[in-house]
């Protein structure tokens, strides 16, 4: 998520009240405070509030919520002659274009320093790393309309932002900055999007990188905002910058669009609306307001109510999160404020019970504490290495992960004795004997199943003090069991034994093999078993 | 309180009478060991005084063994003296080496006077050093001071110190000396011995051999706590699969296809693909694409199928609880799972690649988000926290959503978790029939509030001496 850095000259300008008043409402407005410092604050806003990644959409937000300004704010977009003609050559590569003609700004280091940083949050957040969305600001005087957005090859040419040399797209790949960094969104194509200016000079080559001629300069003071992608987003986007530089008092101008059959015009800031049942706010929220309520809190979240039999609502242009009138009750219940919500315990009236599957676990822990074990946790996830090679066992049944993040994690475990030879020889400079047990899952075939381990450890571990607490654990199971000699190589060759029940093999246990323990660096004898819990008992629903 | 060796020895020494040691362990019939052991602890009592003396014991040489025998060579001059006095004569009989001892002895006495090479005796004497020699021989030495350093010198007898301990009891105890029991004894029981005799008491302050307790790890302590809770407030526990879908990790919890909380950066994918139940799959797919009928907008775009069929560590329990829902889809439910996530983060003091999550969920037809925070607050209130807030929150399948916040001394309100009512795009494709209030948290977060660790590793990989210290309750 996204972290915003707000200057407090700023914002408390803007909002027109002090940092303390500030403070002590951002958090019910919905956000985390990162860092609050004297110069400025880093709040970090939620992934579906792309509006108030700016100090202007935090301010517009803030006016509403400490009831400074109320309500809808109207945005006036001028009709004027600037137009894009897209050609069918792009259709296929990046599909939308969207613009917009800001006039009559102040441009200074801290309108281009929040367009910079809204621009970055926006390309990350509804962009999606700019794959989706991709935003391109200009100087207004540097451009000759009308524009042409095409479908351009390898070979076309410009001079791009930061250099001063004409480069091919090719080259662009190769040794621009932005070029490596986000040539992947265009891999494979054969063509490449392109704005084109009436004298065909690039002015942009989204979603990669800008033409050097357009760049934004102090001297700067009409913006044309280009916003390509696939899909409504880049309206969103589109509405988000526009409102935000129309806060800052500039004056906004609509571009047409000419697709190859329709015409449309943007950015379109007309509100959009909504109409919701009133029960349907007291069901949610789970308690009535009175119609004024509803107003005043809608209002303080910045949209145009009208309450009547059902709500009437205006949708800012700038707000990209609401899908579904329940978006529209949250703002109601925060508008409200979740302080002022009396909290209720529900009647809701069942009766509670336990898993089967943590059941056994309970009784076995009950079983293995008894028996002088002490518990331990340990991560399921681990490696080849530790899981089979160095229990010189063949590696069966195992999940592997595609991208682990590091050699000690690549794989879930399928065993749990591994874990505890891996956790003794973390522990050799303990007092012994160690005595110690984990009961949890394994996954076996990508399924859960319930095993208990345990290892004892001293200068005298032999093979009759683990039967003898094989035999009290069974004993205590109350399973009938039979051993056979066993083949794991993880223990010594007539010092292991398989468990049998119901003809089955449930477990083995037995002197851990030396070379085991010189594989882990232990250096005491250990002996261990290991039982599957899932083969002898009814261990429940796993979903 | 007197052990039974120091009763016995002060039973059987007479006060104010000194013991060497030797004797009071014969007296005692204990060994030397035991009464100089006893000896002293009875010292620091006040009931004895040790004091170690030295005693002087004199022993004949071979040289004085011979004249004790043959007798002095000054008193076999003087017999000789007495039938001859010829000199060259005596010396035949003597030996020249004795002949010289005698002369240069009596000489100094004063007894003989020499003269032409013939011997006068001037006058008798007696052989103090005679008696001497022969009380010596018999172990006494009672002797005057001069002669006994006169034998020495002449080699005649050797000294030697002897060390010896003397024990005297100064005083008895007032109360009856009886036995105590040390070690109480099968044989003690049976004879029932110990009716008319006292226990030898302990120094309780000194410390005994540590040993450890086996116990629960006390994390898992604390998970038995919050399960605890969800029983008593009437919810059933769900269990489910480690390794899940993508649909039911991400898209049955309407989470947009490409948002990046699905990227392989965030979450740890198989690679394995599933076949889904193709019912389910098309209004979830409908519910993304345009909303379906759920009155949502939906994410717009392509959903594609083959995304959901991948296999996942599942990074949240919600997978398991949708699942849950969606077999069970009629109020009223009450839900519960603590169990395992999976994130692809790397390793730190505070984030783990696995870690466990407590989740909730309540299934009915007339709750709505006040209700949900009364759950919240009754929960984190059982929890031990008094203090609860709430805060807007967000997360992807929920509306509203809310952080819960809990008040701790010396932290301030501490964000623990997170809550919501589940949106329709997620209920809907599914037919749950109500509204579902749902809350989780991270089991680490609480542990570490509650057992004041700061290192979350610690947990995982547990040091036995830290398991063996932890108290089974953290005050």
Known sequence: MPVVTLHWGELERMVGKSRDEILSKLPMLGCDIERIGDEHIDVEFFPNRPDLYSVEGVARALRGFLDIELGYKHYEVKEADWKIFVDESVLDVRPRIVGCVVRNLKIDDEVIRSLMEVQEDLHWTIGRNRRKMAIGVHDLSKINFPLCYKGVDKNFSFIPLDFDEVMTIEEIFKKHPKGKEYGFILEGKDRFPMIVDSKNEAISFPPIINAEKTRVTENTTDLFIDVTGFDENVDKALNIISTMLADRGGRLECVEIHYPSRVTKTPNLKAKEMEIEKNEVYSLLGFKLNDDEIKRALERMRFGVEVNDKIKVKIPPYRADIMHEWDIIEDIAIGYGYDRIEPEYPATNTIGSTHPWNEIRDLVKEIMIGLGFMEVITFTLTNERVQYEYLRRKAEGYTKLMHPLTTDHTIVRTDILPKLLELLSYNKHHIMPQKIFEVGDVVVNDVNKLRVAACITHSKANFNEIRSVVQAFMRELDLTWDVVESEDDAFIDGRRADIIVDEKKIGVFGEVHPEVLENFELTMPVVAFEIDLTETFDSGELL | ?475
């Open chain 2, 1 to 475: 309180m007197l052990s039974p060796f120091e009763i016995k020895l002060l039973k059987s020494l007479e006060v104010g009478k000194e013991y060497p040691i030797s004797e009071a362990a014969r007296v005692s019939e204990l060994s030397k060991d035991a009464v100089l052991k006893a000896a002293y602890l009875l010292e620091q009592k006040g009931f004895c005084k040790v004091k170690e003396i030295v005693t002087k014991r004199y022993t004949l040489t071979n040289e004085g063994l011979q004249y004790l025998k043959d007798g002095l060579p000054e008193e076999r001059l003087i017999e000789l003296l007495k039938k001859k006095n010829n000199l060259s004569e005596i010396e035949k009989e003597m030996g020249k080496k004795e002949l010289g001892i005698a002369l240069g002895w009596l000489r100094k006495k004063n007894v003989i006077k020499l003269s032409d090479g013939k011997v006068e005796l001037i006058k008798d004497v007696d052989f103090k050093e005679k008696d001497a020699l022969n009380l010596i021989s018999k172990g006494s030495f009672d002797i005057p001071k001069d002669i006994l350093k006169n034998l020495i010198k002449r080699k005649l007898v050797e000294e030697e110190e002897e060390k010896e301990i003397i024990i005297k009891v100064l005083k008895k105890p007032d109360v009856e000396l009886r036995e105590v029991i040390t070690d109480l004894t099968p044989e003690i029981l049976l004879n029932r011995d110990w009716k008319d005799k006292e226990f030898l008491k302990y120094d309780i302050k000194i410390p005994s051999k540590d040993v450890f307790t086996a116990k629960v790890h006390p994390y898992e302590r604390i998970i038995r706590e919050c399960r605890k809770i969800f029983l008593e407030m009437g919810f059933v526990e769900i269990k489910g699969n480690y390794v899940q879908t993508s649909f039911w990790n991400f898209d049955a919890l309407f989470q947009p296809q490409d948002h990046p909380a699905r990227d392989m950066q965030d979450t740890f994918y198989l690679n394995k693909y599933v076949e889904l139940d193709e019912k389910l799959v098309k209004k979830v797919k409908e519910t993304h694409e345009n909303g379906w009928i759920t009155g949502s907008t939906g994410w717009g775009g392509k959903w594609d199928i083959n995304k959901a069929k991948q296999l996942v560590l599942r990074t949240h329990t919600t997978a398991i609880t949708i699942h849950y829902l969606a077999k069970n889809p009629n109020p009223p439910v009450k839900a519960f799972c603590i169990d395992r996530v999976y994130r692809r983060e790397a390793i730190d003091a505070t984030h783990l690649p696995e870690f466990d999550q407590l989740e909730g969920v309540v299934l009915d037809k007339d709750v709505g988000f006040k209700h949900l925070l009364g759950l919240l607050k009754e929960f984190f209130l059982k929890m031990g926290f008094e203090d609860v807030r709430f805060r807007p929150g967000y997360f992807p399948y929920t509306e509203p959503s809310v952080e819960p916040e809990v008040y701790v001394e010396d932290l301030g309100w501490v964000e623990l978790g997170g809550a919501g009512v589940f949106r329709k795009e997620v209920v809907e494709p599914f037919g749950i029939k109500g509204k579902v209030l749902a809350w989780g948290l991270g089991i680490g977060r609480l542990a570490m509030l509650r057992l004041g660790m700061k290192d979350l590793r610690r947990l995982y990989l547990p040091d036995i001496g830290w398991l063996r210290e932890f108290p089974a309750i953290k005050r």
